[in-house]
């Protein structure tokens, strides 16, 4: 148990679908982020929220939509989402300040059919 | 640009050879720089970090990095490696600023022959 939470594990859905994905810390860190690896890239950072406010956005298209509604929880709401997007999402959370450590989820694998 | 390049997609080793995985980064300034290593199916885990001072840096589960300003490397080494290090692992250099911001390379995918 790594202290950063994320369900649910698997997550199937069709394009027209909507879902979430949600993440838990337990280690009293105020920066939380998400998160895109698909196969054969890096670790794609999608948003980062500190204390609660979103601080970086890397270019992720609209049907992504993050909310952080206290400094234990991040959500990823899915919406319409395309084949592409197929990938594990990972959530990780740092005490704030650069010299933190990311602690990380196990990840959402997500398919979109 | 801050930039991370691991040069080696696939590694293999026999169990009980030594292991050197290599990190080049790219950043202005001094870098932070850490290792993680994820299993299949799991999460990043990180297993050494390095901030300043001593050059030599000390992991988890045997692994230890040097950082070489001069090379721009922090290149990941465990002397014995044992079947359980199959995984792959991640070197990544951390931006200064307000929050931890890190950037990743593409990983080394390391597999361990009996």
């Known amino acids: 148990e790594t202290g950063v939470t994320q369900t649910p594990r698997h997550l199937v859905m069709g394009m027209t679908n909507k879902k979430s994905l949600k993440c838990e810390q337990h280690?009293?860190?105020?920066?939380m982020y998400w998160y895109k690896q698909s196969a054969k890239k890096p670790l794609e950072l999608m948003f980062v929220?500190?204390?609660?406010?979103?601080?970086e956005n890397n270019s992720v298209p609209s049907r992504f939509s993050p909310e952080c509604p206290n400094s234990s929880h991040l959500f990823l709401h899915l919406h319409t989402l395309q084949p592409e997007d197929s990938a594990l999402y990972l959530c990780?959370?740092?005490?704030?300040?650069?010299?933190?450590?990311?602690?990380f989820g196990a990840g959402t694998r997500l398919s979109v059919l | 640009a801050q930039s991370v390049t691991q040069p080696d997609i696939h590694i293999t080793v026999s169990e009980g050879a030594s292991l050197e995985l290599r990190c080049n980064y790219s950043?202005?300034?001094?870098?932070?720089l850490f290792w993680y290593v994820q299993s299949p199916g799991q999460g990043l885990q990180l297993l050494l970090k390095?901030?300043?001072?001593?050059?030599l840096v000390q992991g988890i589960k045997g692994f230890e990095a040097e950082f070489k300003r001069s090379q721009s490397s922090f290149n990941l080494r465990k002397p014995s490696v044992h079947w359980s290090d199959a995984a792959e692992y991640f070197c990544?250099?951390?931006?200064?600023?307000?929050?931890?911001?890190?950037?990743f390379g593409a990983g080394t995918r390391l597999a361990v022959h009996p």
């Open positions: 929220y500190s204390l609660e406010e979103r601080v």
């Open positions: 990544a250099v951390g931006a200064q600023g307000g929050y931890n911001k890190l950037i």
């Open positions: 990780a959370s740092s005490g704030g300040g650069s010299k933190n450590i990311q602690y």
């Open positions: 390095y901030f300043s001072g001593d050059t």
């Open positions: 280690l009293g860190h105020n920066a």
């Open positions: 950043y202005g300034a001094t870098p932070y």
